[in-house]
């Protein structure tokens, strides 16, 4: 499953494109995805013109002019493919490559872009997990896709303060804390484990450890704010840099991919400076968790 930095890699691939383009025509070439398109998907969206893209954990969003949202979600497998009469780009640099195969290409928008030019957005998903709705603006926030979001962890609202206030007496383990997404949107099992290996916790530390008596952040809750922000924008500053340049823009893996610390390193020598212990794995929620025994406590 893409995790946030390649949803965000994707959405900053897609707006030069998708922003302000005239929708002229959609091929919706099957019923449906992992669920049904809505009724008259096609129709509603052709004509219209797409205002903003956005993010909202791992759902990318498209304001129409008509006041509907294009809601997208990659699930496993899905990726997007700009096409016009001269190249085709896949935008996102993701783990695992993404596929070109046009029998899985199941919606294709025909877009005027607002330079004057014609190009195409074509979605491609073979295991179909992903799926597309409409869903008028003003009820957005209550869908059950969103309602029970919790907050993005980009921007100033993940601190320390922050964590204190969503950990305070929780025993759970600190790594399932992290990927309950009731308490923090868009957070995955890659970035978890990277983040709590430069912060120096252990995935298995009760979250409500890193909050004092008084309901105070510890210096390590502080800490593990700024590195949780600071693994995600290095992952997506990876994929921008990809996208910029177009020489990973076919899915191939970017550079942040392949610097990973202690994600699927296990057996592997730790990479703190001076610690010397071995990456190791652990299941928690029948999740691979990997870390270093000898430097996260």
Known sequence: MPELPE????????????????????????????????????????GRRLTVLSRRSKYLLGDVDSGDVLVMHLGMSGSFRIENDLSADTPGAFVHARSKDPKHDHVVFHLETVDGGRARIVYNDPRRFGFMDLIARPVLADHPFFRELGLEPLGNDLGGETLARLFNG?????????LNQKLIAGLGNIYVCEALWRTGLSPERAAGTLVTKTGKPTKKAEELAANI?????????AGGSSLRDHTQADGTLGYFQHSFAVYDREGQACRTPGCKGTVARLVQSNRSTFHCPACQS
Not at 172 to 177: E, R, V
Not at 229 to 237: M, S
Request: no cysteine.
């Open 170 to 178: 929780r025993k759970t383990p600190l790594k399932a804390a992290l």
């Open 229 to 237: 922000r600071a693994t995600l924008e290095d992952a997506i500053r």
């Open 7 to 46: 949803v965000e890699t994707v959405k900053r691939g897609l707006a030069p494109t998708f922003e302000g383009a005239l929708i002229a025509k959609v091929d919706q070439n099957r019923p449906d995805l992992r669920f049904p398109f809505p009724d008259g998907f096609a129709d509603r969206l052709t």
